[in-house]
């Protein structure tokens, strides 16, 4: 995965949780896609991005700017928050952390 250069002054807890973060959405954004029954080239053709574009998304292998993320909710017709909720076990898990990294650091 590529990282942005703005990752040089995080901990490696929270690089963690980024990258973590970061592949569940994408892993939602090929759920949502298969469940529609939408190839990768047709997402590509309807989003107006290449087939690469898309398959390197879905592995997480290239982040989406915001740009790109919206023309692909747009045209899979999702609300883009719907590929940031998180169930009740992410939620514990990620109050957890968040505590974990408050006594750590307070």
Do not use: W
């Given at each position: 995965?590529?990282?942005?250069?703005?990752?040089?002054?995080?901990?490696?807890?929270?690089?963690?949780?980024?990258?973590?973060?970061?592949?569940?959405?994408?892993?939602?954004?090929?759920?949502?896609?298969?469940?529609?029954?939408?190839?990768?080239?047709?997402?590509?053709?309807?989003?107006?991005?290449?087939?690469?574009?898309?398959?390197?998304?879905?592995?997480?292998?290239?982040?989406?700017?915001?740009?790109?993320?919206?023309?692909i909710c747009n045209a899979l017709k999702i609300?883009?928050?719907?590929?940031?909720?998180?169930?009740?076990?992410?939620?514990?898990?990620?109050?957890e952390t968040i505590i974990e990294l408050a006594?750590?650091?307070?």
């Amino acid at each position: 995965m590529i990282k942005e250069d703005g990752d040089a002054g995080l901990t490696e807890e929270v690089k963690a949780l980024l990258a973590s973060q970061e592949k569940s959405v994408a892993n939602r954004l090929r759920l949502e896609r298969e469940k529609q029954r939408i190839s990768q080239i047709d997402l590509s053709f309807m989003a107006g991005l290449s087939q690469n574009q898309v398959f390197y998304i879905e592995t997480s292998k290239r982040i989406p700017n915001l740009h790109t993320l919206l023309k692909i909710c747009n045209a899979l017709k999702i609300n883009p928050a719907s590929l940031f909720e998180t169930c009740d076990a992410d939620r514990e898990k990620a109050r957890e952390t968040i505590i974990e990294l408050a006594i750590k650091y307070i």
